[in-house]
DNA sequence: TTTATTCTTGACTGTTTTACTTGGTTATTG
DNA sequence: CAATAACCAAGTAAAACAGTCAAGAATAAA
């Protein structure tokens, strides 16, 4: 279990597609911009999300990505091991190479407190954060604020 | 909110620390060997739990670092983030650079779910983990492969 | 069918963090 | 004084992070 910067990007993204789930497919361009995340490194993440089955890929014009299941049935554990990738097993993968059976000692016991925050954050889903009125809210306003930045500046010069 | 590899090995020193905490100072080239850290990677990190008040220095011959507080009175959450020191509050520090006030959803947003995890962490403390009988029974065996190894390579040739 | 849109993939780059090393200086005990 | 062990400072190789760039492949709309 890691904790990061990365991670809260994806959760942060997961979260956009979470609130847009209705609209149709979500581009990356638009999360780029609502968010501030780099365009490019949001398709390395989406890449993950979509090898762990998170997220789908709908090419072509109006497409985007959408979830691949319902908010609830989302964890945030899922999104964070699935970008951070990996699941750190200590230097001794379980068996090998602890020597002396001593420092297994210390692995297990980390090994506990890891299971025990990711049962924590598996217990969190998607829905848990979008469902509340204070996030709609302030959902809406993110989508005017875009609506008006289109209108401003409505499309690039060809 | 950090979780990474550095985390680990700080808990991890600091739970040996709590283990022969009766038997007076613990030395930082024992803990070396015992847990397989780097003695200098150790100093560094036990200058940043120094001063966060967590383990209290003893220098001369005899001495090493014992606990500041009772193994009950320290969480894990406290090791965690004196070693990792920087609370990341990510781009906009509380007010400042949020130009939309777009981001700052987000941002609480994680707040909340990175303070729920603080919160977790800070219920677990020391003791809970060395008073388990599993955890003494093989930390008396680390002990006596110590003292083996002490027996065959006494001490190095002058 | 062309074309624009969007996902998809891969390689590449600069910065930061890790984990570790080297080489000291104090303070304490015997 | 000599051994011990905490302290301190600086540097370093490798990895992870965050982001860029470029090219391709699928598909909806024109």
Same mark, same amino acid.
Do not use: F, S
């Given at each position: 279990m890691k904790l990061s910067t990365k991670g809260r990007y =994806? %959760?942060?993204?997961? @979260?956009?597609? =979470? !609130? #847009?789930?209705?609209e149709g497919p979500v581009t990356l361009a638009d999360i780029s911009q609502t968010q501030g995340i780099s365009l490019s490194y949001l398709e390395q993440l989406f890449a993950k999300l979509r090898k762990r089955g998170l997220v789908e $890929? %709908? *090419? $072509?014009?109006?497409? $985007?990505y959408r979830l691949a *299941? @319902?908010? #609830?049935? !989302?964890?945030? =554990?899922e999104i964070i091991t699935a970008v951070d990738e990996n699941v750190d097993v200590m230097r001794c993968h379980g068996d090998g190479n602890c020597q002396d059976g001593v420092r297994c000692l210390t692995h297990e016991l980390w090994a506990e407190l890891s299971n025990r925050l990711y049962e924590f954050l598996d217990g969190i889903t998607l829905d848990q954060f979008v469902e509340r009125p204070e996030i709609r809210e302030i959902a809406r306003r993110q989508d005017e604020e875009a609506k008006r930045m289109n209108f401003v500046f409505p499309r690039p010069a060809a």
């Open positions: =994806a %959760v942060t993204a997961m @979260m956009d597609l =979470a !609130i #847009h789930d209705r $890929g %709908v *090419r $072509g014009p109006g497409g $985007g *299941r @319902m908010p #609830h049935q !989302i964890t945030v =554990a």
